[in-house]
């Protein structure tokens, strides 16, 4: 089967950009793919000290935790799928200093995702934060993925993750040096690096905050109003749609450049997805405002509602959550210790006696 790996960053509670852009979009992978998901906790300690993940380490346990079982409570299933947390596979730090260490620095200059947070954080942005897209490339590059299931917004990171793998390749797997290593220390003699593609789905793949609907939705928002969170309770959804954005036109379907308009209507289908889009654009097609909001308000709590009650089971029951991780981390190690092996031969590192 061929291969996949995504991730998400515990930085908080998983929000519905995180749902409907990737989460979500993992589920049915699961019986044509072999899959990888893993909490990106190693990605979430990037975000400078003025983060509040950086103010208590019980923030990061306990999302990393709650971000595994919702994985779970989202319809991964951890006999089909690998779920593990990336900090209990050293092989990505380790391989993320291979990487850095063949990467020009134009190519991290080019970032548009670290410019922006830079823009809005000045000069409180880290050195991790710089080099997170290669650390990404490492997750994906371990696991052999060939698809790699994301939002829009991970699009530019998938090509550098192309361009890395490539790099290495081009500079240390050709030549009969390579192959004759290879040979005598029992490896495969083709290339360390599969080049992955990113897998981007249309409906979601760019969900916007509810505040403003020319910014996406976001964990660092430090605005809780401008996004919806999976395990938000009913009463606070209804309060964050009633309260949210949006704009002076008749009607909420028609006219163009209405990003709050537009925005809604995404998640109005994407929480139906049995629904026929056409069939529900015109179920709201005369409503104004006053009137979908509540009804969107129910939909996606209806949405959300079986999601919530598993994540209480998941929870509850006495070390099923951690007997997945351990188990999953297991198998990745395995997996992730095999192509760490071959990169460190090709870059020319003395195997381990
Ligand atoms: P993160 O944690 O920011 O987001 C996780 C996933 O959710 C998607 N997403 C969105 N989709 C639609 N609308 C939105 N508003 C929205 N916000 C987030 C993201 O595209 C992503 O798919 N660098 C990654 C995590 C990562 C990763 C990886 C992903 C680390 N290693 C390897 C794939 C493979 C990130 O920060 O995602």
């Given amino acids: 089967k061929p291969r996949i790996l995504s991730g998400i960053q515990p930085t908080g509670s998983l929000h519905l950009g995180n749902y409907l852009g990737a989460l979500s979009q993992w589920v049915p992978m699961q019986d044509t793919y072999s899959c990888n998901f893993c909490v990106v906790d190693l990605h979430a300690v990037t975000n400078t000290k003025d983060h509040k993940l ?65 823009a809005s954080k000045g000069d409180n942005v880290g050195l991790g934060l710089y080099s997170y897209p290669v650390l990404m490339a490492a997750d994906i590059l371990l696991y052999g993925a060939e698809k790699v299931p994301v939002g ?64 996406k939705m976001s964990k660092s928002d430090p605005s809780e109003a401008s996004r919806i969170n999976v395990l938000d309770p009913p009463d606070v959804i209804r309060q964050k749609v009633k309260r949210c954005k949006t704009d002076n036109f008749e009607g909420i379907i028609g006219a163009e450049d209405r990003p709050e308009a537009r925005n809604l209507i995404t998640i109005f289908k994407a929480v139906q997805p049995d629904r026929d889009p056409a069939e529900i654009e015109a179920s709201v097609r005369d409503m104004n405002w006053g009137q979908f909001k509540p009804v969107l308000a129910e939909a996606v709590i209806e949405h959300l509602a079986p999601i919530q009650k598993r994540y209480e089971e998941v929870r509850g029951e006495e070390g099923y959550l951690e007997g997945v991780l351990k188990r999953g981390g297991d198998r990745a190690n395995e997996q992730a210790d095999e192509t760490l092996k071959r990169a460190r031969a090709a870059m020319g590192f003395v195997p381990r006696f």
């Fill in 152 to 215: 829009e917004d991970q699009r530019q990171h998938l090509e550098l993750t192309r361009d890395l793998a490539r790099r290495f390749n081009d500079q240390f797997c050709t030549g009969s040096q390579y192959k004759k290593l290879c040979k005598s220390l029992s490896l495969p003699t083709y290339p360390v690096f599969r080049e992955p593609e990113a897998m981007i789905v249309k409906e979601g793949a760019r969900v916007m905050s509810l505040t403003d609907g020319t910014s």
């Fill in 54 to 118: 950086q103010q208590s380490s019980d923030g990061l346990r306990e999302w990393t935790l709650s971000s595994a079982a919702l994985y779970i409570a989202a319809g991964i299933d951890p006999e089909k799928s690998n779920i593990f947390v990336q900090s209990h596979v050293s092989a990505h730090s380790e391989l993320s200093w291979l990487l850095t260490c063949t990467c020009p620095m134009g190519w991290m200059d080019r970032m548009i995702q670290f410019k922006e947070k830079k």
